[in-house]
């Protein structure tokens, strides 16, 4: 069966017009097709497992999609050369300053550290996201739930804080979206021009393979 696979791919496109007439937070389709589908299989008595088993064609389509990321490298490999050192420089540091700030707010809260490590990933796209949380010990689903708040706030407040710093020029307008919101991050560069876009797609890729460096690395300090 794969109503579930039908179901969730429906209320998404929902989700999305609804955002595209009533474009607030609370209406982002990341958030809102989650809830709908919660609120209608608790309806139905179904248990997560069985949801997730029944939809699990959609987690396969994670595979493809993160190879598709080389997609973008392979066509604006000229521009990746001429800006590498920018591009390494500002993802490095951003990378660096996503990780400590989530290890610093942990402890602050006083998470344990099977939260910590499975949060820790929180500021890349889901399909390489989950991967690096398999890879340095942490909980995949745990870790989706925090990309998506991160990205959907990132893509709410990342344009006012650009407004707000005066950042003007395209590839400071795209590594910020990319490292900071990843997917909805690029999808909100898409709407300045296109290459804020490339910018914030090339950021995405390269924020995932640095912190997956990183984030190993400071697995064995903790």
Do not use: C
């Not at 607030?24 to 709908?36: D, E, G, R, T």
């Not at 919660?38 to 008595?45: A, F, G, Q, R």
């Not at 300053?97 to 344990?112: D, E, G, M, P, R």
């Not at 500021?123 to 398999?134: D, H, Q, Y």
Request: net charge positive; aromatic share 12%.
């Amino acid at each position: 069966m794969i109503v579930f696979t039908i179901l969730t791919y429906f209320l998404y496109l929902f989700s999305k017009k609804v955002y595209g007439k009533i474009a607030v937070p609370i209406f982002h389709p990341l958030l809102l097709a989650p809830i709908l589908l919660i609120v209608l299989i608790t309806i139905m008595h179904v248990s997560a497992n069985q949801y997730l088993e029944d939809a699990k064609w959609l987690s396969h389509m994670l595979g493809p999609a993160t190879i598709a990321f080389a997609v973008p490298i392979y066509k604006h490999f000229s521009i990746i050369k001429k800006y590498m050192v920018t591009i390494l420089i500002s993802i490095t540091t951003g990378t660096l300053v996503a990780i400590f700030s989530t290890y610093l707010l942990s402890k602050l809260i006083h998470l344990n550290s099977d939260f910590l490590i499975s949060i820790l990933p929180r500021s890349i796209t889901t399909p390489i996201a989950i991967e690096v949380s398999k890879e340095i010990g942490g909980l995949p689903t745990l870790t989706t739930v925090f990309v998506i708040i991160t990205g959907v706030m990132g893509g709410v407040v990342g344009p006012a804080v650009l407004k707000w710093l005066s950042i003007k020029t395209p590839i400071a307008k795209g590594l910020a979206l990319g490292m900071g919101a990843h997917g909805v991050g690029t999808n909100k560069a898409m709407e300045y021009g296109k290459q804020e876009e490339v910018f914030s797609s090339i950021a995405m890729i390269f924020a995932a393979f640095i912190t997956l460096g990183w984030g190993t690395l400071f697995i064995l300090f903790i």
